[in-house]
């Protein structure tokens, strides 16, 4: 689910700065969309990746694979 969820928040960010679904020609403000975008989500893969927050991800991983 959260995958769906970013992919549709980038499409929207996307389509709200160009006026479009496609960047023919990006221009300043497109591209400080997409910086942004970026900013966020690989700041929170950071958060996500330090200190407890990673052993519970890591834990949650470890036991869907082996339930698989």
């Known amino acids: ?9 980038i499409d929207i960010l996307s389509m709200m700065a160009s006026g ?16 942004a975008t970026v900013i966020i989500f690989v700041g929170i893969t950071i958060y996500f990746l330090t200190g407890s927050r990673r052993q519970v991800i890591q834990a949650h991983v470890n036991q869907r694979l082996l339930a698989q």
């Open 20 to 35: 479009s679904q496609t960047m023919v020609k990006p221009n300043a403000f497109e591209w400080q969309t997409i910086g």
């Open 1 to 9: 689910m959260l995958p769906m969820v970013i992919h549709a928040a």
